[in-house]
Nanobody
Framework: QVQLVESGGGLVQPGESLRLSCAAS????????LSWYRQAPGKERELVAT????????NYADFVKGRATISRDNAKNTVYLQMNSLKPEDTAVYYC??????????WGQGTQVTVSS
């Protein structure tokens, strides 16, 4: 079973940057499609960014395009989400999700990101 552990969240001021990390174990990391989601209080969980197992394809939600970069380090079994120019509306719990065999998936426990002055 894939296990995911997120880190890197915290309290930042508007305009600042954060890099979230998600360490995976329990499966061949290079075979995992990986995504970041977020969920703000009272809202549905929404997709932020995805990176394919090959690393050659990425996709971003419109609300982070130009401000976020998803990347992976297969040697470290870790996926990252670099977020710049953070806004108060980016405040949410950020979750890492792994998909393998096209249908099986696992979630991390989440890391809180708070953007406030």
């Amino acid at each position: 079973q894939v296990q995911l552990v997120e880190s890197g969240g915290g309290l930042v001021q508007p305009g600042e940057s954060l890099r979230l990390s998600c360490a995976a174990s329990g499966f061949t990391f290079s075979s995992l499609d990986l995504s970041w989601y977020r969920q703000a209080p009272g809202k549905e969980r929404e997709l932020v960014a995805t990176i394919a197992s090959t690393g050659g394809w990425t996709n971003y939600a419109d609300f982070v395009k130009g401000r976020a970069t998803i990347s992976r380090d297969n040697a470290k079994n870790t996926v990252y989400l670099q977020m710049n120019s953070l806004k108060p509306e980016d405040t949410a719990v950020y979750y890492c999700k792994a998909v393998w065999y096209g249908v099986r998936s696992a979630w991390g426990q989440g890391t809180q990101v708070t953007v406030s002055s």
